[in-house]
């Protein structure tokens, strides 16, 4: 086990990490500057008892499965229904140190707080969806972004674009539309 600083992020599953998923590898030399080592986990790795972890370590630029001591920090990447077991997690590491306890909030929401912050000019147009809205404001902008009100993973979110009366709807990539309108 390490006697380095260690960086929980905590996720729903371990299966889309190997090493040549590269989101977290340009950490690595971060890391090492701070002494510190990164473990992405599931709940499933968490032993409450011996305050251990086990999942995926970042180790030289590649992924190999170990525990950790408790990490000190924990970036929570679980979303949706875990609130009690968040709870139960930021008070065995202490107040702050696990960042994004409530990640599940609604984008009208805290579009409506920021609107009235110093960051208000700078916000895009924000609506409920409903039909009409989307033909005026696809009318005004020529493009739009549509997002589910409470995100998942940048899962259903889509482009569309106007160009000359013809409609393109983007879907997870913006090279080549998914469908096209006249």
Known sequence: MSKHKVIGILTISLDRLSDDFPPY??????????DAQLIVFTPYGINWKQKTVSGLILTEGNWEIGITSWPNAVYNRLYGTHSRFIE????????????????RLDKLEIHH????????????DTVDFSWKNLLFWLTKYKKII??????HYGKNVY????????????????????????
């Open 88 to 103: 139960c997690l930021a008070d065995e590491l202490g107040m702050g140190m696990v960042f994004n306890e409530m990640n």
């Open 113 to 124: 707080v920021l609107t009235n912050s110093k960051v208000g000019e700078y916000l895009p």
């Open 25 to 34: 590898l340009d950490l690595s030399e971060r890391l090492l500057e701070l």
């Open 146 to 151: 549509l997002k589910p009100k409470r995100g």
């Open 159 to 182: 482009l569309l674009v106007n160009a000359d009366d013809k409609y393109y709807v983007f879907v997870g990539s913006m090279n080549n539309p998914k469908y096209k309108f006249d």
